[in-house]
């Protein structure tokens, strides 16, 4: 072997562990390994009947309950044996009003895996294996067939037609979380090619095909992987029959106009909540899946392209529209009202599954361009933001495809502000919460403002025997901590959880961090969910006294905690802090650090932040200089890791238990 063969060999290896250390890092996090998600076997649940089902990924022990977007029973099958990479489950459930593709997660204690797309109705599924035909017989409006393909394997499915029959196939495959490319042919028995499709952006990456027999007869429909190099294990469910999916609604939000539902039958009226979008419901006899579309509560002024006001304009105000064939473009004149001088111009489209690419050019009085805008950063979708020239009366917006293209669902909704930010947007630590049976935990709202420096209300709907304290962000501050309580068994599900302006109609929901979400285009009403499950206790609880001012020292405070430690454990507990004060920076050595003379903290370091093995009670010492309305602290206390390291002896996942003080003002 060559000198250099031999040291490239050296570099592979190195380069290979230096992979599987970032791997290894990146599933990790804050100490812990994480659960993952990978695949779904099959990726079908039928409502109204017992399933099971396999989840396969790591560390999947941890997870102590299921759940998703639609109400669904999970239960672990005990007569299969579990394990950390894979998981036997039981699942029922009847909630139709939710069906479609809808995503699972696991939460545990301190843990949650990352999202994973199920297709969740009611339309039959039976399980099948490649490249082994089989005979279809039509019993109901919409079949269902679903397994797993790995390199140049196909699933072959015959089937009888009569002459001018409309037959559909529909793919979900991509949007099920798998690799596969899929790509359908439709045969006669003599094996002449009738028709195909490929990947279509429409559906996700999944394909469809549609087209009436030309003779009434026998008919054969393959699918395999556009490149037959199908990765291992890629599972995929192909519908047929009046498959009734990829659908839009039509306003989107409630105009003069009565809601146009395109291509589908089965989508019920759903009644916008407040704050955000949601997924509409479905009707409950009905054979839906796929993707249910997205609606949204009304602004002011909700608007169509048939019908705009002569009138004086209010912002923000929506436009809803349709490009419906090739090549047009709809422009609007907006006449402003009185001295503006910004205008953001925000465009839905694609973010609501509509195949528009859209292109958006604002031009002044003067047919001036002020802004034009093709993609964002993070979307397909534009945002243009335009300085208004002084005494501008009028403004056109106009809306087009990229390419040029039309059609009945090239849906969107302009968006128009004359504000730079909203009022507020309210942001969250983390998006998910397991809690035991009787416990309490806390959890900071933070709150970026815009131009409302007043109170804000945060408010939420727990599912079960949940409760949460009523909380407001006081006035001039940032950010509050939202109390929660267990009365009793908690039940697994999903919320959202809102800010308002007290007595205004403004309302808007809590973002939570990007989660990692196994499919191509997060659902627009993902970022503000927060996934609820069940947990064990904790190992020890924390409660603290009453809180005491010192008698020599303004600034200081003293209360005493009291540690209930349960399962026998008795090891160190290291405490730390969150405030809600609003933190004033200072300069110190070429470095921004929040100023000591005012902010608000637990006094201490080292031994004097910890409560030693066995110990049950310890005084505290807080310093806070000028209370504020309200100010606050989250204590928490963190437990003594099994096999502590000298660096980081301290588990540092998620708080084990919190407790709040609260100062007087």
Known sequence: MSKKNTTMRIIDRQTLIGIALIILIGMTTNGFAQPVISRIEPPVITLGQKNSIKIYGSNLTQVQSWVTTCPLKFELDKSAKSSATVQHLIVTGDRSECAGINLLRGVGKNVATNYFPVATDAVPNRTIA???????????PVLSFSGKLSGQQKVILNFTAKKNELIKFEVESVRLGSKLRPALFLMNLKDSQMAW????????????????????????????DQLSKAPAGSVFRIKLGDVDSSVQVFPVAKTHRKPQLLK????????????GWQPTLVQKDSLFSGWRPSVISRLRLELDELKLPRQKMTFPMAINGVITKPGERDVYDIRLPGDRKFLTVKVYAAQLRSPLDAVIVVRGDKNQILGQMDDTPNSIDPTVNVNLPAKSKTVSVEISDLLGRGG?????????????????????????????????????????????????????????????AKTTIPAGNDSAFLTIRSDGQTIAGFVNIYG????????????????????????????????????DLPDFAMRLGPLQKSKYFDYLYTAKITVERRKKFDNKIRLSYLTNQKIKMVKQKNKQVPDPKSTVRLLGAGPELEIAKGQTEK????????????????????????????KNPFDNSPASTTEIVTFPK
């Open 130 to 140: 490649p490249d082994k035909p089989v005979d279809v017989s039509r019993t109901t």
């Open 197 to 224: 499709s490929q990947p279509q952006s429409r559906y996700g990456g999944d394909t469809y095909l549609g087209l009436r027999a030309p003779n009434s007869g026998k008919y054969r429909l393959v699918l395999q």
């Open 264 to 275: 589908s039958k089965s989508i019920a009226d759903t009644p916008p909540v407040a704050g």
């Open 408 to 468: 009945e669902n090239f849906c969107y909704r302009i968006v128009l502000s004359d504000e730079q930010s909203p009022p507020f947007q309210i942001n969250l630590d983390s998006d998910h919460l397991a809690i035991a049976p009787g416990e309490t935990k806390s959890i900071r709202v933070q709150a970026t403002r815009g131009r409302y420096r007043g109170p804000i209300e945060i408010h939420c709907k727990f599912p079960g025997n949940l409760n949460a």
């Open 500 to 535: 308002s302006i007290p007595g205004h109609a403004y309302t808007t929901r809590a973002v939570t961090p990007k989660p990692a979400i196994n499919v191509r285009q997060q659902p627009i009403w993902m970022n503000s969910l927060v996934t609820v499950g069940t947990s």
């Open 619 to 646: 005084t505290l010492f807080f310093f806070c200089p000028k209370p504020q309305s309200a100010t606050q602290l989250l204590l928490t206390g963190r437990k003594l890791k099994l096999k502590p390291d000298a």
